[in-house]
């Protein structure tokens, strides 16, 4: 059964402080997504990553890919309040495309 | 352009009554998807369908449950004889036709509570 395992599940941090949130999973896989999750609403997309050494950055925020390693990251650069939220990641893995597996998510909160 | 569309938002049912939870995908997607999302978990895929056919539904209870996307209208999750442990947050996502790789866009949920 393939997991996905985010870590930290829980981070609380200080503004203007970099860290790292990591997501490891047990089976192949070359599409993994990044969603953001404010308290009680929907999922907002993130980041798209569709192969080994995928790259991508949005504000404050950057994901990258290591398909071998099946190994995905959240980088997140000088924090401010508002990127206060859950943040998951999953992997895709429908024969058909579009199957996600998400894991447990982290739960940010930047600290003014 | 629209977002996908859920209703109704919130959704309250005494156990044994059933549950019906409609979705309308994004225009011109042609893909829905249905995910559970119990308190403090991340989403649990439960069922992928096109226009009139379900494409995978290894995440579906094998009873009381099930879905639908016909050919005009929403797509409907029903819940039947619901119990406590069905309360959790359901969301609809959708995806254009075409490109695997395009990510799902998730609508606003319909959270099931259940007496």
């Known amino acids: 059964e393939l997991k996905v395992e985010q870590n930290p599940l829980f981070l609380s941090m200080q503004e203007g402080k970099n860290y790292t949130i990591y997501c490891n999973y047990s089976?192949?896989?070359?599409?993994l997504y990044w969603y953001r999750q404010d308290p009680g609403k929907s999922l907002e997309s993130l980041f798209v990553?569709?192969?080994?050494?995928a790259v991508k950055q949005e504000g404050r925020l950057m994901a990258s890919l290591d398909t071998k390693a099946r190994l995905s990251t959240l980088h997140i650069t000088a924090a401010v309040h508002d990127l206060s939220a859950t943040y998951f990641c999953?992997?895709?893995?429908?024969?058909?495309?579009?199957?996600?597996?998400f894991g447990a998510g982290t739960i940010l909160r930047v600290k003014s | 352009n629209a977002g996908v569309m859920q209703n109704p938002r919130h959704l309250v049912r005494r156990r044994g009554q059933e549950a019906r939870l409609r979705c309308s995908p994004m225009?011109?997607?042609?893909?829905v998807y249905w995910y559970r999302q119990l308190p403090e978990e991340g989403l649990k895929f439960m069922v992928y369908?096109?226009?009139?056919?379900?494409?995978?539904e290894s995440g579906m209870p094998k009873e009381r449950f099930s879905a639908e996307f016909p050919k005009e209208g929403p797509s409907i999750l029903r819940i039947q004889q619901v119990v406590r442990g069905d309360s959790a947050a359901y969301f609809c996502?959708?995806?254009?036709?075409?490109?695997?790789?395009?990510?799902?866009?998730f609508g606003p949920g319909t959270r099931l509570t259940v007496l």
């Open positions: 996502a959708s995806s254009p036709p075409g490109l695997i790789e395009d990510t799902q866009y």
């Open positions: 089976t192949t896989s070359d599409r």
């Open positions: 990553l569709l192969s080994n050494g």
């Open positions: 999953a992997v895709d893995i429908g024969e058909y495309g579009n199957k996600l597996v």
């Open positions: 225009k011109g997607h042609s893909h």
């Open positions: 369908l096109q226009k009139e056919n379900i494409i995978d």
